[in-house]
């Protein structure tokens, strides 16, 4: 026995079995994992329907296949959330079906207005939030329809709602955090990991000149999804026992560090490259042996203290390297430009220093006390949220008089799946493409829900052999799920036989009614594709066109909204908008994306350098250099209120204005106001040059703000 075990585990003539089975566990293990708790989660629910007699089973066991995610934490966040919803929406239910009992024109159109109401806010929120208020806006559907003709059975509908919901949310929960629970707070923990990493490896490649240009620009655009990501798991971590508000904090000064650090490393390389872009130019020579030093760090595992290692072996470089400047002839263009890769270098080691310091304390787990960072909040454009409640209850009203018209009993069906999905992808950044998997998924279950209703499950006897006999399509419709390729087409296959084939409590087989069902759930999600595709197209989550604008709305914002907070706010806003095009475009940008990301990075740039400016001013007392800065803020402002030709060249002009009173300034100023000066400075180049991107026939050939 002995001998059989060391060789199963390694030590004997089969070394690489026990490894098989490890890798096999932690990937085609896990899929069969989830599947197998899905299924128990969703028949044990099935069961204590039956056994209390609610009214749709299936109810309880399509609640499960839609809360079945990875971890306990993202099951236990959507059920809480879609419990919240339910309540709301009966509600809501309640609510109009007592002030418009008798009048169906007038309940339709206030079913409408709730259903818009609640699309636009899912919409506007983008997170686990949103889903409660699409379940408000079609759950009072839900009620409210079949109750037009009974309106005192409303309450009855209501409460056999909830409880066939709250009955798949309670089987759900509890199989997934007792039985092999995936806790999402140690999937937070790898998240973070793995980004640490890739961002180090990626300055690393950046200094050493290993990425091209649109390389470094899908990478940032890619950074603004992980960004999301993070927030995303540690809301749902939240909901386990282990989510500690400490844990919040943490991640949450992670995310802002790391933004930090990005945005200046952005700046910086895209100095670097403009420099390398010009002619014999000597600073490459002299700057490229500066970030060395950090290029080496980087290639390692740094730690705080390397980095400080690293920051003073750069300040004495840029003093030798600067006296060598000095020494050699520069023009004072080039010395502004030297002074200005210095003054980037040095920030983003300090900024370095601090996402490294916030990393420690996460992968350590030796957390000093943190004060409160502002949250990542995810902020959708306005004509976005309009356009998606509109399309909803729009959606809702024009099916209401088509079922009118055609009298057809499935009719309500039919409205009810295609106001369920409008809402449903309204907050999907491709909504056509989630709308077309689950149609897919119908399709693909049509031919297996026939077979196992008609010669299958109709030759069920007591329940065991109902779940065998629905047991192969769900497993392949669950299988599919936990492809992301395919996870919609799984989910569709699920819910169409959780709403086809499951029979009531009194088992009643009618080939007209499957067929009946059938053809009205597959013409909702096909009208659901249709509307998308038809109604107000280009206005969808991520659109470039609308991403682009609200870009510019929040650049103008750090010219003239309050201080407060003003640079956190403006960071999360733009990566939010960055995440949003990352995920509407796909895995291959197109080339009108990818300016429109060259055109947020180089807004994200002046944004940060224009928030410095303002910071400056507010410390300083009235002097000619903080009314030239303020002439400086109010002429940008100018331009990206209303950009156009003139408006740059007259903000390039206050640039220029600028340089000579900051200069002065500086040159009686103490070493902490002068160091503050300096930095001005630089930013005044960065704006400078952000603004000839702009304006690249901008008359006179480039010069310097500073």
């Keep these: 026995m002995p001998k059989l075990l060391s060789t199963l585990y390694g030590a004997g003539p089969l070394p690489g079995l026990a490894a098989a089975a490890r890798d096999w566990r932690a990937s085609e293990g896990e899929r069969w994992i989830f599947v197998a708790k899905t299924m128990l989660a969703a028949f044990a629910a099935l069961w204590l329907a039956y056994r209390l007699g609610l009214d749709s089973p299936n109810s309880a066991m399509a609640t499960v296949f839609i809360l079945a995610l990875p971890s306990s934490g993202m099951v236990l966040e959507k059920s809480f959330y879609r419990l919240l919803g339910t309540l709301v929406g009966c509600a809501g239910a309640l609510l109009l079906i007592a002030a418009f009992a008798q009048q169906s024109v007038l309940l339709f159109l206030g079913l409408a207005l709730w259903v818009g109401l609640c699309t636009g806010g899912a919409a506007m929120f983008r997170n686990a939030q949103s889903y409660s208020f699409v379940l408000a806006g079609y759950t009072a559907c839900m009620i409210a329809i ?3 003709d009974q309106p005192s059975q409303t309450f009855a509908l209501a409460v056999t709602r909830v409880s066939e919901v709250g009955l798949g949310i309670l089987c759900s929960a509890v199989v997934n955090d007792a039985l092999w629970p995936r806790h999402q707070g140690a999937q937070v923990m790898r998240t973070v990991q793995a980004r640490y990493a890739r961002m180090m490896g990626f300055c690393h490649d950046v200094l050493e000149r290993q990425l091209a240009p649109a390389e470094v620009e899908l990478t940032h655009l890619q950074f603004a999804a992980d960004i999301a990501a993070v927030e995303s798991g540690r809301a749902a971590a939240f909901f386990e026992a282990n989510g500690a508000p400490a844990d919040r904090r943490w991640l949450h000064a992670f995310n802002a560090s790391f933004m930090a650090a990005l945005t200046t490393f952005y700046t910086l390389h895209r100095l670097l490259h403009r420099l390398r872009q010009e002619p014999a130019t000597p600073l490459i020579a002299l700057i490229e042996p500066l970030y060395a030093p950090l290029a080496g760090a980087l290639q390692t595992a740094p730690t705080l203290a390397s980095l400080d290692a690293v920051g003073a072996q750069l300040r004495a470089a840029v003093a030798r390297a600067g006296a060598a400047l000095e020494g050699g002839g ?11 890769a210095a003054e980037l270098l040095e920030r983003f080691t300090l900024n370095l220093r601090a996402f490294q310091q916030v990393y420690d304390g996460l992968a350590d787990n030796k957390r000093q006390q943190l004060c409160d960072p502002l949250a990542y909040t995810p902020k959708t454009p306005p004509a976005i949220v309009f356009a998606s409640g509109a399309r909803a209850a729009l959606t809702l009203l024009l099916l209401a008089a088509a079922c009118y018209h055609l009298a057809w009993p499935y009719a309500a069906t039919t409205m009810l799946m295609a106001t369920i999905f409008c809402a449903l992808a309204s907050s999907s950044p491709r909504p056509t493409l989630m709308v077309k998997q689950i149609l897919s998924g119908f399709l693909a279950a049509v031919p297996l829900s026939f077979v196992c209703l008609f010669f299958v499950l109709v030759r069920a006897d007591g329940y065991p052999m109902l779940v065998l006999a629905m047991l192969p399509p769900l497993l392949l419709g ?10 919609g087409v799984g989910i569709g296959i699920n819910l169409f036989v959780a709403t086809v084939v499951t029979p009531v409590n009194l088992m009643h087989v009618d080939g007209a009614a499957f067929l009946n069902t059938t053809l009205a759930l ?10 998308f595709a038809v109604v107000l197209p280009e206005h969808t989550m991520g659109h470039k066109d609308h991403v682009a604008a609200a870009l510019w709305r929040e650049a103008l914002n750090t010219c003239v909204a309050g201080p407060k907070r003003l640079k956190h706010r403006f960071d999360h806003r733009v990566r939010d908008l960055l995440n949003q095009l990352n995920a ?3 895995p291959a940008p197109s080339e009108a994306t990818r300016a429109v990301l060259r055109q947020g990075l180089t807004l994200l740039e002046l944004g940060h350098s224009v928030i410095e400016m303002r910071a400056l001013i507010a410390s300083s007392a009235p002097s000619a250099a903080s009314a030239a800065l303020d002439r400086c ?4 402002a100018a331009y990206l209120r209303a950009p156009s030709h003139a408006n740059c060249q007259a903000a390039i002009a206050a640039l220029l204005d600028a340089g000579a009173p900051v200069r002065q300034a500086r040159a009686g100023a103490s070493p902490q106001r002068a160091a503050r000066l300096q930095t001005a400075l630089a930013d005044m180049h960065s704006i400078y040059t952000s603004l000839l991107d702009q304006l690249p026939q901008a008359p006179g050939g480039p010069q310097h703000a500073a």
């Design 584 to 586: 509407a475009a796909g």
């Design 330 to 340: 520069a023009t004072r263009a080039q010395r502004i430009d030297f002074d200005t």
């Design 478 to 487: 669950s299988y599919l799920s936990t492809n992301p390729k395919r996870a």
């Design 522 to 531: 597959l013409l909702g999600v096909a009208l659901a594709y249709l509307i």
């Design 146 to 148: 079949p109750a037009i």
């Design 633 to 636: 803020v109010a002429q940008i």
